[in-house]
Antibody, heavy 121, light 106 residues
Framework: EVQLVESGGTLVQPGESLRLSCAAS????????MTWVRQAPGKGLEWLST????????YSADSVKGRFAISRDNSRNTLYLQMYSLTAEDTAVYYC??????????????WGQGTLVTVSS | DIQMTQSPSSLSASVGDRVTITCRAS??????LAWYQQKPGEAPKSLIY???NLQSGVPSRFSGSGSGTDFTLTISSLQPEDFATYFC?????????FGGGTRVEI
């Protein structure tokens, strides 16, 4: 069974940094691109970033480019999202999701359960 | 960026009803469209990809159609477990974008 388990979400102060992790199991991790999507409280879904299976290419939303960095460790079957200079607008549930193939570009299935990041003083 | 517009934003329906949700893209996305279902407090779940392909394990009462800019998600006979919010998403290019969601209520 494919499983994605996010961790690392917590309460942080504005301006701080945070790294989220997504532990993957049940599939050949390097064979799939991986994606981060977030959802602010009561709002819709916002795609943030995708990384290819090899980790050689990444794609990011303009809203987080330069502040968020996606990466992966294929030896640990783990996806990461490093977030810098957090603001209240980054408060959201952060989901990781699996892409259908190694190259980027596709729908997302499945999704992890999400991890909540709250940015507040 | 490609804008995805869903309508309606919410609807009320009864068990057994046929429900149709529309998603319109701001430019031609061929059939590069997915639909997701999200229940309160849960992660989104993939229903349909490539506009009309049913994800494994999804009941056959769900169906998708369309191409180009106009797409629909149909639930042929609404079941109690289908009350949720539904999102469309294009994936023809980056950034991928989602529709604003359609909340299906009792």
């Amino acid at each position: 069974e494919v499983q994605l388990v996010e961790s690392g979400g917590t309460l942080v102060q504005p301006g701080e940094s945070l790294r989220l992790s997504c532990a993957a199991s049940g599939f050949t991790f390097p064979s799939h691109a991986m994606t981060w999507v977030r959802q602010a409280p009561g709002k819709g879904l916002e795609w943030l970033s995708t990384i290819t299976g090899s980790g050689g290419s990444t794609y990011s939303a303009d809203s987080v480019k330069g502040r968020f960095a996606i990466s992966r460790d294929n030896s640990r079957n783990t996806l990461y999202l490093q977030m810098y200079s957090l603001t209240a607008e980054d408060t959201a549930v952060y989901y990781c999701a699996k892409d259908p193939g190694a190259e980027a570009g596709g729908w997302f299935d499945p999704w992890g359960q999400g991890t909540l990041v709250t940015v507040s003083s | 960026d490609i804008q995805m517009t869903q309508s309606p934003s919410s609807l009320s329906a009864s068990v057994g009803d046929r429900v149709t949700i529309t998603c319109r893209a701001s430019q031609d996305i061929n059939r590069w469209l997915a639909w997701y279902q999200q229940k309160p407090g849960e992660a989104p779940k993939s229903l349909i990809y490539a506009a009309s392909n049913l994800q494994s394990g999804v009941p056959s009462r769900f169906s998708g159609s369309g191409s180009g800019t106009d797409f629909t998600l149909t639930i042929s006979s609404l079941q109690p477990e289908d009350f949720a919010t539904y999102f469309c998403q294009h994936y023809i290019t980056y950034p991928v974008t989602f529709g604003g969601g359609t909340r299906v209520e009792i």
